[in-house]
């Protein structure tokens, strides 16, 4: 069985998303407080992680970074109350995979979380033992699901922690360098064939990648957004009329 971990110190949040967790077949385990999370996560590593993002000892993202760093492919959700642009990109820079805004529809949560585990559960059956994909200095290793990125200047090699969604995203732009990936196509690929919800989430993700990888290279490489289109990965500056971040 599925085992979920919901972490949620507001009863009038948990006690119904349990009841409605567990009558999809999934097995929950509920905490209130940010170290029991982590104690629970290092006791029996479940599937997923529901995650508020306000807790009552430690901080939501903090307890996000620990998780990601001691268990990079564990698929984590953020349940938060804070749904401006900025704050979900500090959610997912911190390492999780996906976020809902409070209030929330229970059958729209649920579908999140069974998209997540599909995708989660097809990630790791398509992981390939293939070589690296390489390119203006970034280095995704398919096999590890490390990123490494090399300072041309210094040479110096430095990895950075990458989200699943984060990863899965560059590896599907730089599988096909200055090939552009329509939105819907992203969005089927990296989240699930069935999303039907916002592709803002996408918007979020690129965001990230600009900042966590793309500034560090040299010459510069760039996520180019094709207007009403997509995006591409170009591994040199681009010099076209499209724009890019």
């Not at 979920?4 to 097995?27: F, G, K, N, Q, T």
């Not at 995979?97 to 529809?105: T, W």
Request: net charge negative; charged share 30%.
């Amino acid at each position: 069985m599925t085992a979920v971990l919901l972490v949620e110190d507001d009863e009038r949040i948990s006690e119904p998303l349990i009841r409605v967790l567990r009558a999809e077949s999934l097995d929950v385990t509920h905490v209130s407080a940010g170290q029991p999370a982590l104690d629970a996560v290092a006791l029996a590593a479940p599937d997923l992680v529901l995650l508020d993002l306000t807790l009552p000892d430690l901080d939501g993202l903090d307890v996000c970074r620990r998780l990601r760093v001691d268990h990079p492919g564990l698929p984590i959700i953020m349940l938060t109350a804070r749904a401006e642009e900025m704050d979900v990109i500090v959610g997912l820079g911190a390492g999780a995979d996906d976020y809902i805004a409070k209030p929330f529809r229970l059958a729209e949560l649920v579908a999140r979380i069974k998209a997540r585990l599909r995708v989660a559960e097809n990630t790791g059956a398509m992981a390939r033992p293939g070589g690296p994909l390489v390119g203006a200095g970034i280095e995704l290793d398919t096999s590890s699901r490390r990123c490494h990125v090399t300072d041309s200047a210094t040479g110096e090699r430095t990895e950075i922690e990458l989200t699943t969604k984060e990863f899965d995203l560059m590896e599907l732009l730089m599988s096909q360098p200055s090939v552009t990936f329509k939105r819907d196509d992203i969005m089927a690929a990296v989240w699930d064939e069935n999303w039907w919800g916002s592709t803002r989430t996408l918007d979020t993700h690129i965001s990230t990648l600009r900042k966590k990888i793309l500034d560090r290279t040299d010459p510069p490489s760039k996520i180019v957004t094709v207007r009403g289109v997509g995006f591409r990965f170009e591994p040199s500056e681009s010099t076209d009329s499209d724009q890019a971040g």
